[in-house]
């Protein structure tokens, strides 16, 4: 489901996140996606110097200085494709599935204004609609249409900030999708896609092929360290120390007991939240969700996915957006580091999704 829609054979993709603007570069060669040119702008500096929080102010940041960064990355990484496709945040973004009675689609479409008005919380006047048919009841009496707003103020400043970059907007979407091309591919059991990013964590159902249920957690994974920094009284190195900890040696390696309780804690919140979710779409819907994947800066912390795996009590990975996508052999450790933070700007760059 695109907002804007069009097919090429090589494809930009761009990710504008909390922490960090990823483009990464797909061309299509004999079936096959190969990875052409990636690169990372890290953000957390950058809004520092402008006095912006790292996490919750860069849609503050004016469009202008967004597209200068993006320029900048295309220009540092040599980057030639100029046909560019952007995901907009789950956070931007509203969704919800309903039943409709089985009708044409020209009826679906005159029909979803007026269901969307029953569960998006801002006037319908203000947001682009679209919606797609992603299954039928068990009995096929009815078909499941997934609906998605997203204010049209936003979609106007990703349009604004592509243009200024000197780029071609080719495709625009809802980040889900792009996660789920990257990650899922033609799996048509249930899974669950768990995004922990810096700003947020999204949860994502994809099932039969088709994206059917997405939440958003406002709590990722700066807000967490913020969180224990402001209670535990650290200074800045200390919590940089924290964050390097994680990532390097794992929540097991936390010396602190006071601090490592504090992030189980928060951690079995989050945990306890993706169970909800799950628990309600598969008994609402009589599937059973077969494995969770993670992606995103979090699911890098090491022991993450063991832990998960734990509590969950079902198969849990960690996402490789490369597993599909060809490229040379001496980047393997690089697209094994960065992989799960690349996995929205791979999705973008593959194409289309049902």
């Known amino acids: 489901m695109s ?3 069009k097919k090429s054979n090589s494809l930009l993709g761009i990710d504008i996140g909390a922490s960090a603007i990823k483009l990464v570069q797909l061309e299509k060669e004999n079936g096959r996606h190969k990875l052409k040119n990636y690169g990372i702008f890290p953000l957390a500096e950058y809004l520092k110097s402008r006095n912006y929080q790292a996490y919750l102010e860069l849609l503050k940041v004016p469009a202008k200085e967004v597209a200068g960064i993006v320029k900048k990355v295309i220009k540092e990484a040599k980057i030639k494709s100029r046909e560019a496709c952007v995901s907009i945040p789950v956070y931007s973004s509203f969704f919800t599935l309903i039943d409709l009675p089985n009708m044409s689609e020209k009826e679906v479409a005159a029909t979803v204004p007026f269901e969307a008005r029953k569960y998006v919380p801002v006037p319908i006047s203000e947001v ?23 204010p049209k103020e936003i979609i106007n400043r990703y349009k604004q900030i592509i243009k200024l970059a000197g780029l071609n907007l080719w495709r625009m979407e809802a980040e889900t999708f792009s996660l789920a091309r990257a990650l899922v591919g033609n799996d048509k059991s249930a899974i669950t896609l ?14 039969g092929g088709f994206i059917k249920a997405t939440h958003n957690l406002e709590t990722g994974g700066l807000k967490i360290i913020k969180m224990i920094s402001q209670r535990m009284k650290l200074y ?30 928060i951690l079995n919140t ?17 599937r059973k969700i077969e494995r969770y994947i993670l992606v995103g800066g979090v699911s890098q912390t090491l022991g993450l996915v063991d832990y998960f795996t734990d509590k969950l009590g079902v198969e849990v990975s960690l996402g490789d957006p490369f597993a599909r996508v060809a490229y040379p052999s001496l980047l393997k450790s690089v697209v094994k580091e960065l992989g799960p933070c690349l996995a929205a700007a791979v999705g973008l760059g593959m194409g289309e999704i049902q």
């Open 270 to 286: 989050i945990i306890t939240e993706i169970k909800k979710i799950t628990d309600s779409y598969q008994n609402k819907r009589n």
């Open 128 to 150: 682009i609609l679209d919606w797609s048919i992603v299954g039928k009841s068990d009995k096929g009496s009815s078909q499941q249409i997934l609906i998605i707003a997203v």
């Open 3 to 5: 907002l804007f829609k």
């Open 236 to 265: 800045p190195q200390e919590s940089e120390k924290l964050k390097h900890t994680l990532l390097t040696t794992g929540l097991a390696e936390i010396e602190n007991t006071e601090i490592k309780d504090m992030l189980y804690s």
């Open 194 to 207: 768990v995004d922990a990013g810096a700003r947020s964590v999204n949860i994502s159902i994809v099932d």
